[in-house]
Nanobody
């Protein structure tokens, strides 16, 4: 069984910074993409940033220049450094991982989500 455990959310003022972390654990054979998604109040969940196993990154346009995604493959952990936060950044941030897990003598590829961490930016 795989778990994604997120941490680092909280309340911050406009212009402040937060760093989110998400650690994957369990019978993991390999992890492909890891990413962060955000569900703003009353809206659908949308991509914030994603990072491949080779370190390649992709960001939503509104996050470019303010957010930085990184990962530590040895720790199966992905980070999201968020700077110059704005009230529109408020929402629940979800970690996502596309990975291969070991189930007995087999390996299975699937997509897994964390439970989410709340980020609130006050004006």
């Amino acid at each position: 069984q795989v778990q994604l455990v997120e941490s680092g959310g909280g309340l911050v003022q406009t212009g402040g910074s937060l760093r989110l972390s998400c650690a994957a654990s369990g019978s993991i054979a390999s992890i492909d993409d890891m990413g962060w998604y955000r569900r703003a109040p009353g809206k659908q969940r949308k991509l914030v940033a994603v990072i491949g196993s080779d370190g390649s990154t992709n960001y939503a346009d509104s996050m470019k220049g303010r957010f930085t995604i990184s990962r530590d493959n040895a720790k199966n952990t992905v980070y999201l450094q968020m700077n110059d936060l704005k009230p529109d950044d408020t929402g629940v941030y979800y970690c996502n991982a596309k990975l291969t897990v070991i189930r007995g003598v087999e390996t299975v590829w699937y997509e897994h989500w964390g439970q989410g961490t709340q980020v609130t930016v006050s004006s």
